[in-house]
Every structure is written in C-alpha cells, then in structure tokens.
C-alpha cells in the first residue's frame, strides 16, 4: 500500500475508462520514446508498459511510489527517475513523447519546462486542473488568455479534449480536471529572440487592461508606439503578432 501526500498535490486516477481514453489518444501518432511525469500508483503506466518497442521511461519524486511501482511493475525497473521532474536533464536523445497526470500545484512549472525542450518534444498530453487547461488552449480576445496561452501556442497547437470529474481520482480534488494536448505547430512564427518575446508578453500582461502603448512603452521607441497595433490590449494580440512585434523592440 502507500499513501498520499498533500505536499505532492497527489490525486491519483482510478476511473480506467479516463486512463483508456488518454491511451487512445497517445496510440493515435506513432511514439518512439515515451516520458511519463508523475506514475504516482500506476494507472496510465500499466497500459504504457504494453506498447511495444519503446523506449519508456517514468520519473516520480516520490520515494515510496517508486518502491510501490517497482513491486507492482517489475518491468519498470531500470525506467525509473527517482527525482524531481522540474530538476531533471532531457530524458532523451532526440524527439520523445510526454504523458502524464501532473501535479497540479506544478502543472504551470511543468509546460515551461516541456517549452525548454520543444525542439524534441513530438507531443505531449496531460492531465491539469481545469483551470490550467482552459487557460493554455484560451484564444486571443478571452479574459483567461495570458503568458501562459501565448508561449505555448507561440510553438504548440494546444487542444482542448476531454474535462474529468473530481470523482474520477482518489482523493477526488476540488477542482474539476482537462486533458490537452500539445502538438508542434508546422510553422513557427519568425521572432528576434525567444528572450525578447518572453520579456515582451510578461510586460504586456503585467498590464493588460492597458493599451499595448503604455503597458510596453518601455521596451519600445516613440516612433514604434506610433503604430495603430500598439492601440491594441495584449490580450487582443495573437502569438505571431507578438512574434512580429520582437523585431520593432529596443536592444535588450
């Protein structure tokens, strides 16, 4: 047996009809290399274990749902990160896939870093807090469209597939849960740097009931402001129009 820590956000899926239709989902492109972040008891790793000629692996901080998974799967030995998945180098040499149902006190932490590893991330599919899902997928125009919606979707076509109720899980949670899922986008939009789009989006949203003109006046010239987009509140602007806008920024 085991037991569940509050510290560690753990609620753990027992509904195996949700474990079967995130599987279905996965099964749909072809994997290579799988991760699994947080297998917690096991309920999506025993299907993952059964797709062949993989290479898998599962990396779980917690020591005693290690010592549970190993007596219950002897096939996860020598596949376990025993570790903190937001301390952890690339799992992988070149594209792999990311599964899991993540710790939802982590969630947003965990997507900056998949962001870190998108050039070899093929896909990823998770399970967040509702909350957290609706606000990756959120499009422009929408109250919940933020950082988070606009880097993501900078690299990722973000998709919205299914919500899970709190009963699904043990201990249910408070809040209601999605699964996403994150694919790479076939085009990324052109950008003077990814440090200055991230300076650019955290700045527009630090402030976003403001017009784009005074919300980054700072990191732009007078002349620039001039432009009718700067008329504009970031929550208007699309990813790629933020990508454009990197190029009219001040050197930083």
């Not at 499009?139 to 919500?163: C, H, M, N």
């Not at 002349?223 to 208007?236: C, N, S, Y």
Request: proline share 6%.
């Amino acid at each position: 047996m085991y037991t569940l820590k509050k510290s560690l956000g753990q609620h753990f899926l027992k509904d195996e009809n949700i474990s079967k239709k995130i599987i279905a989902v996965l099964n749909q492109r072809p994997i290579h290399q799988l991760l699994e972040i947080g297998p917690g008891a096991g309920a999506l790793t025993k299907y993952l274990l059964q797709i062949p000629s993989i290479d898998f692996r599962a990396v779980e901080l917690d020591e005693e749902k290690v010592s549970y998974l190993l007596a219950g799967f002897p096939l996860l030995e020598g596949k376990l990160i025993n570790q903190d998945f937001l301390e952890i180098r690339k799992p992988f040499e070149g594209p792999f896939t990311i599964i899991g149902n993540f710790p939802y006190n982590i969630s947003s932490q965990i997507v900056f870093k998949v962001l870190e590893w998108k050039e070899d991330v093929e896909s990823m599919i998770g399970m967040f807090q509702k909350e957290v899902a609706e606000r990756i997928v959120a499009k422009p125009g929408t109250k919940i469209y933020g950082i988070l919606s606009v880097l993501v979707q900078t690299f990722f076509q973000a998709d919205y597939l299914f919500e899970v109720s709190e009963n699904a899980f043990t201990p249910p949670p408070k809040v209601k849960s999605a699964v996403i899922r994150l694919l790479p986008r076939s085009e990324r939009p052109p950008m003077a740097s990814e440090k200055k789009l991230h300076l650019l989006v955290k700045t527009a949203f630090n402030q976003r009931r403001k017009m784009m003109r005074n919300a980054a006046r700072v990191l732009f010239e007078t002349d620039v402001l001039a432009d009718p987009i700067f008329d504009k509140r970031a929550e208007q602007l699309t990813p790629t129009q933020f990508s454009e806008l990197t190029f009219r920024m001040k050197q930083y």
